[in-house]
């Protein structure tokens, strides 16, 4: 179709934020080539964040680090990026845009994306210097000027926008005050209880308040020196900031003629009344509602982009709506209905006045409506995702309060009884060798209070974690501290969110690159550490194939050398053998290899392969590339990957064999080779019962039988031994392959950056697994889909594309 | 790599080893040094710091581990090292020596002794 149309069609987009440039990155995502791209922009900054608006004024980020798409990016997606000159009319017959600097640009498809102005009273003394608005990165950096050397400031409105600033300013040294109309804070998202709550903290930061403060004027005449109130109180200050909301900027959709209310009126289509004209974000009204969270934003952007693709299908519905407040150690979270507002409604309250918590559900017909969280809001999402489910709670109703943990518990034992019973002299790590008495000890000591604590002063847990259930048992005798009382443990120090959450996060937000990932979860520090770059890099490549980047730098240094990296410094390296076959050719190969680069040790693996052990560094290439010569690709030995496929010979030779397992092993091999996966993954096919390839303790397993073939999964030789589980049996090869990449790729999917198979289905169940890929014939199918379309970028022999790559090498100093 | 000298004080000359664009963002390279590996580093504010090639705990190339903020992770055991110190990361305790490197332009220059 491509070839034939003449040209490519234009499409022009005003506003350069958030809404617009999510709109063109989906649509780029499902049509590069489709349209000729130009972007407007009144602002002279490429796309940022505007939400992490707040965060830079408090000195928590800088604005490099809230900039979404770099002007590089524009580049690269070849679109035009018109910055600091705002459009300012659209001639819909002529179908052009026209700029303030003239600049004349034809469209076919206009976008709408000029996003909110805030709102402004009409108050005496607006105009004097010092008063500002709180909207883009000019406001900031007048608030960041002011706050150096002046030390007063008022701000209006104790709203979101309001709060945030204020915060800000307080952390940059101002003394500050918020004036409210309202006698509680927040008032849309909170209710009374938690408003209330709020300010306290708030007050005991050191923030004052007005509330119920009708602001008449600012006064002053140089320039602002205060506000004066409607009951004749007077607030001084040297900066005041206006930050009561924001309204619709709809100037340009009213002046060409399209419907207007409080927003440019749009379809569920995102269309205008011109079905030429999309809008998207904070400028539209969608079924009279106008929108200023992100979440619905995101929405919007993904159906626009998809109209614009030509989906004639894509229909936007608002999503359940929650908001945070972005104060660092204040937590606060709403969503719904914030108070029972029929006869039916029910309100269910939990507070504790000590620890200042506060938690209130709002009920209807035995299901979530609302929510309104203080002070602990980790269960905020889990509430959230009970609303959007509409799931019937009448079941865990007396537990529901308490949040996901509780309302998930179905008994309770005594979890210290089982290291209550073990002497002092126990050891409890095997990989450290740490005993329980050093770690009671060093908890008592040190007064430990924490898994990572423990790990830190006395390594127990630190490795390979299998202890960790003990350690945490220990923790709970010792010091009373229940590690997992805490809900999901976060993914890293990094972070609060557990992997659960940010593997949904990635794929619900479209979150396409790591950095995007840790700015907008809120990342504590701007790199991560080696233990989540690993993980996001993963949950990004499989939410995304084929579009995301593999970061090299965030993987482990065996995914990066494509080797196995020794004690002393040195690597293995294990070439493929296809279901643990090879020939001559081959052996001579490996043999020459090993003469050439004085390779001084080798071994047959488990895996049925050969290792070449104590190969430097920099002669790792060169040894791929006689490997490669010799048609041999890397065996992936060292990645969170397919490593091998186990066979036995199978009735090819074998007097007993029922099937011909070895070409069933090549196969399975051929089909998953080069998948990256949460941990390494290990297949093996047996010919008969006897199971000569150990089949029932791998990930999955093939053991053939007279009438077919029966399918395991979840196995695990490893730390915990743990035996397989029957998933099904199927008739026909082709069967086996399905079933095989359906329940790969459900893994891929939904477990836990390092957790095997086993642990995984430990997890979910096998009822679970067996409803999403015996069960239900469409889901294993698009199981199974994905996981070769993923497949078709990942097949690709890493070793080969190492022959460019110098930085194997060792710089040397010239003399 | 056409390294040359730039300057010498007491034994001691800078001397160049690499560009800023030969060491990738977050990553590392080895120079082969008179005392040993030393690597050196591009942390993701383009600052650049160089170590010995060898983890105070047991050996491990730090070349090869994860740069994060202006740390690196040792691939063998997880010890965390500050570059700007060359100290461990507590509980652990260790130090690794630095070298004095310096950029000029996008020229890395090594202060090593002959």
């Known amino acids: 179709m491509n070839m034939l149309s003449p040209q490519r069609q234009r499409l022009v987009v005003i506003g350069n934020g958030m809404a617009g440039m999510r709109t063109i990155s989906e649509l780029l995502a499902r049509t590069p080539h489709r349209y000729d791209i130009t972007v407007f922009g009144a602002e002279p900054h490429p796309n940022y964040d505007r939400i992490a608006l707040s965060s830079v004024l408090a000195g928590e980020k800088t604005l490099d680090e809230i900039v979404i798409n770099s002007r590089a990016w524009y580049d690269e997606n070849h679109i035009r990026l018109i910055t600091s000159d705002a459009a300012v009319s659209i001639d819909r017959v002529a179908r052009t845009v026209t700029s303030a600097s003239g600049l004349v640009a034809p469209y076919d498809k206009l976008l709408l994306a000029t996003g909110s102005k805030p709102l402004v009273p009409p108050l005496p003394g607006l105009t004097l210097p010092g008063v500002c608005t709180f909207r883009d990165i000019a406001d900031v950096n007048q608030m960041i000027t002011a706050s150096e050397t002046q030390k007063r400031a008022v701000v209006i409105g104790g709203g979101l926008l309001g709060l945030e600033a204020a915060w800000g300013l307080k952390r940059r040294g101002m003394s500050v005050a918020v004036v409210h109309l309202m006698p509680t804070l927040m008032e849309r998202q909170l209710d009374v209880a938690a408003g209330t709550l709020l300010q306290r903290d708030l007050d005991e930061r050191g923030i004052a308040f007005f509330t119920n403060g009708q602001t008449e004027e600012i006064t002053g005449t140089e320039r602002a020196t205060g506000v004066k109130l409607a009951d004749g109180r007077e607030v001084p200050a040297d900066i005041v900031v206006v930050a009561i909301g924001i309204r619709p900027n709809v100037d340009l959709g009213r002046a060409c003629g399209l419907e207007v209310n409080r927003g440019i009126v749009v379809g569920d289509d995102m269309a205008t009344a011109d079905p030429d004209i999309f809008g998207v974000g904070e400028c539209i009204e969608h079924r009279g509602q106008v929108f200023g969270l992100v979440l619905p934003i995101w929405e919007q952007a993904k159906v626009c982009a998809a109209r614009l693709a030509g989906d004639e299908d894509a229909t936007y519905v608002t999503p359940p709506l929650s908001t945070k407040l972005k104060i660092t150690g204040i937590d ?47 269960d905020g999402p889990w509430y959230v995702q009970q609303m959007r489910d509409g799931a019937d709670i009448e079941a865990i109703r007396d537990r529901l309060i308490l949040g996901e943990a509780a309302a998930s518990l179905t008994g309770t034992l005594d979890p210290t009884a089982k290291v209550k019973a073990l002497a002092d002299s126990a050891e409890i790590c095997g990989c450290n060798g740490v005993c329980k008495g050093t770690i009671t000890s060093k908890i008592t000591e040190l007064k430990l209070t924490t898994l990572d604590g423990v790990r830190a002063h006395t390594k127990a847990s630190a490795s390979c974690g299998s202890c960790t259930p003990l350690v945490e048992g220990l923790l709970l005798l010792t010091a009373g501290v229940d590690a997992k009382a805490a809900g999901p443990k976060p993914m890293c120090k990094c972070t609060a969110h557990g992997h659960a959450f940010v593997r949904k996060a990635i794929v619900a937000d479209s979150m396409k690159t790591i950095p995007e990932v840790m700015n907008r979860l809120g990342w504590l520090r701007p790199d991560g550490c ?21 970061d090299q730098q965030s993987r482990f240094v065996n995914e990066r050398n494509h080797a196995n990296i020794q004690k002393d410094g040195t690597y293995s390296v294990i070439p493929r053998m296809w279901g643990g076959q090879t020939n001559p050719r081959e052996l001579r190969a490996i043999a020459d290899v090993a003469d050439k680069f004085g390779i001084p040790e080798m071994k047959v693996t488990g895996g049925q392969r050969i290792d070449l052990l104590g190969v430097k560094r920099e002669d790792l290439p060169a040894v791929w590339a006689d490997l490669n010569a010799a048609g041999m690709v890397s065996g992936h030995a060292y990645g969170k990957a397919l490593r091998t496929v186990k066979t036995c010979v199978g009735s090819t030779w074998c007097r007993f064999g029922t099937q011909d397992s070895t070409s069933m092993g090549v196969a399975l091999e051929k089909m998953t080779w080069g998948s990256w996966h949460p941990h390494k993954v290990k297949l093996a096919v047996s010919g008969c019962p006897r199971n000569c390839a150990e089949a029932t303790i791998k990930d999955f397993g093939v053991i053939a039988v007279d009438s077919g073939w029966e399918l395991h999964i979840g196995g695990n030789g490893g730390i915990h031994l743990r035996g397989t589980d029957l998933l099904c049996k199927v008739e026909r090869p082709d069967e086996v392959l399905e079933y095989c990449g359906a329940f790969l790729q459900l893994y891929r999917e939904e477990a836990y950056y390092l957790d095997r198979t086993a642990p995984y289905l430990e997890r979910v169940g096998l009822d679970y697994v067996k409803a999403q890929v015996v069960e239900n014939a469409e889901n294993r199918r698009a199981l199974y889909d994905r996981f070769l379309y993923a497949q078709t970028f990942a097949q690709h022999d890493p070793w080969a594309a190492q022959n460019e790559n110098t930085t194997f090498k060792t710089l040397v100093p010239a003399e | 790599m056409d390294g040359s000298i730039i300057s010498g004080a007491q034994g001691t000359q800078w001397v160049e080893v690499a560009r800023l664009g030969d060491i990738p963002r977050l990553g590392s390279r080895v120079v082969s040094a008179p005392k040993g590996d030393v690597a050196i580093f591009r942390t993701s504010d383009d600052s650049v710091f160089a170590l010995d090639d060898h983890c105070p705990h047991k050996g491990g190339p730090l070349s090869q581990g994860i740069v994060h903020g202006h740390n690196v992770t040792c691939p063998l055991h997880n010890w965390v090292i500050d570059l700007s110190t060359g100290e461990a990361q507590a509980p652990d305790i260790g130090c690794v020596k630095r070298t004095p490197v310096r950029l000029e332009g996008d020229r890395i220059l090594l202060a090593l002794r002959a």
């Open chain 1, 332 to 378: 606060v979270f709403s969503a719904g209905a914030l108070s029972a507002a029929a006869e039916e409604d029910e309100e269910l309250i939990y507070q504790d006045k000590k620890r200042g918590t506060y938690r209130k559900l709002v009920l209807r017909d035995n299901r979530i409506v609302g929510t309104v969280l203080y002070g602990e809001v980790k």
């Open chain 1, 530 to 550: 080696h233990s989540c770059r690993p993980a996001l890099n993963y949950y990004l490549l499989c939410a995304w194939p084929g579009e995301y980047v593999d």
